[in-house]
């Protein structure tokens, strides 16, 4: 596909977009007037306090919802379904219990009908990077939580997304394996410089892992406001999200970020 | 962080061998109470017509069986082998429950695929599984004749139960998964094969476990009505010319072959099982 606006072109881009979930009661407005760009290869967190159509901005650029107004484009191109670009990790990990740890891993493949024999050998290299080698033919249950997560990232990336779609993928976890994994989870997405947005309602993680933090509003969710997370560091380079926590700014945007969800608390 | 399963200790405590100990002398006791209580069974139901306290004439006697069926295994020119007619019975409620299992789990599926479908037939699945199908023995028996009747009432008794069953068990398969094969762009049939069918595979086996028992009962009460051959037959020709042992055999066969039917199940269940 050609970029039809040359360089500079946003990797995913919504205009205008808003959804309403039609019920017997009625309307429900989730989303309105949404317009954002992610760049290629940048780190969004999506922060907003729950209700307020997060996971639905998620399943909005998945294509797996269309919008009811306005559009969302990747790549330049309107969404129109699932694309094989996107890739989608959701609140849990969702494993099959009746399927090996490797089989679960290849299930995106094996639904797009990929060549299997490549998406196995590339499934068990992620697995085995995140060291879950010896495990390819355990099965879910006899798993922790974090590892577990860490097979859903498998998954995900086992189909090669261009884009992440992260849904507050730790929230299951206990706080310590969260913040570890989340180093891990930033760690191979800068790496494998995917373009990742990340949607959650812990201001510690958005602004640890993400270059950008967009609040989102009550609902119906608009866009409230746009921070650029910053780290003066040595060697220029930004802190692995652990790291990033002991930082002076990570501080200041903690708090800045904070208030203005409490604002909405009161008002 | 890893959960892996716990191995057998290599020193067993001494508290660990008594906890052990205490564990099998449990089991043990229950074994025996069953024991105890099935021959406890058979001494009162042996001994009570002896002492004249029931009718013999009604009730036979657990002696009897066993000789009765020693002498029915051979067949006469007016009575098949008594296995010829385990065979038959065995048989109708096998096609039976198998042709239910296959249609249902069909119908399920249907109905999970177009779910207006599902919304129109609702109030007659309802409606035709709280309906005694056994009402309609006679009935089958004009339409569909002798045989044919049988595997009709047998396949009729199990078959909108286990309809309701899986539909059940399909709408309640984790609606995450589901959107989780969406996500990978997963067509409303890949869904079906890899997320619905085997995420409802513990549904399947409790209606498997279901079907058993109920298409037995629909081969016995249709040959009472209509067979020549069967245990069903046997039960009703033997209470016609009061010979309460012929009766008491065919329960009692009936009784093994449905232990039989239980155990191949949880055979399967325990293998399926493992690998969840």
Known sequence: MQAPAGAGMAKVELRDVGLRYFGPEGETEALKGISLAVAPGEFVAIIGQSGCGKSTLLSLISGILQPTDGAVLVDGVPVSGPSRNVGYMLQQDYLFEWRTILDNAVLGAEIQGADMNAARARAAALLTRYGLGQFLNHLPRQLSGGMRQRVALARTLCTEPDVVLLDEPFSALDSQTRIALADEVAEILRRERKTAILVTHDIGEAVSMAERVIVLSRRPGRVKSDHAIRFNTADGKRPAPFAARNTPEFNGYFNALWQELEVHVEG | ?276
Request: zero cysteines.
């Open chain 2, 1 to 276: 962080m890893s959960k892996v399963e716990t191995a057998g200790p290599v020193n067993p405590s001494p508290q660990y061998l008594e906890w052990l100990r205490r564990e099998r002398r449990g089991h043990l006791t229950v074994r025996t109470t069953q024991l105890a209580l099935l021959v406890a069974f058979l001494v009162l139901w042996e001994v009570a017509p002896r002492l004249d306290l029931i009718n013999p004439l009604f009730t036979s006697y657990p002696s009897t069986i066993w000789p009765t069926f020693l002498e029915m295994l051979n067949a006469t020119p007016q009575q098949a082998s008594i296995l010829t007619h385990t065979w038959a019975t065995t048989l109708a409620t096998v096609v039976g429950f198998t042709a239910a299992m296959v249609l249902g789990t069909a119908i399920a599926a249907a109905l999970w695929w177009w779910n207006a479908l599902y919304k129109v037939l609702d109030p007659y699945l309802v409606v035709a599984n709280a309906l005694p199908k056994t009402a309609f023995v006679p009935l089958f028996y004009i339409w569909l004749g002798a045989t044919l009747s049988i595997y009709g009432m047998s396949l009729a008794i199990s078959l909108f139960i286990t309809i309701l069953m899986i539909y059940s068990g399909f709408q309640g398969v984790d609606p995450n998964k589901i959107k989780l094969a969406q996500t990978f762009g997963a067509t409303k049939g890949q869904i079906l094969i890899k997320v619905v069918l085997p995420g409802s595979v513990p549904t399947l086996i409790a209606t498997l476990k279901v079907n058993a028992g109920l298409s037995l009962v629909g081969v016995v009460v249709g040959e009472f009505q209509s067979a020549t051959y069967g245990l069903g037959y046997l039960i009703q020709y033997g209470s016609q010319i009061f010979k309460m042992n012929i009766v008491m055999t065919a329960i009692t066969i009936l009784a093994i072959v449905s232990s039989l039917m239980y155990l191949a199940i949880s055979w399967l269940e325990s293998a399926v099982m493992r690998r969840r």
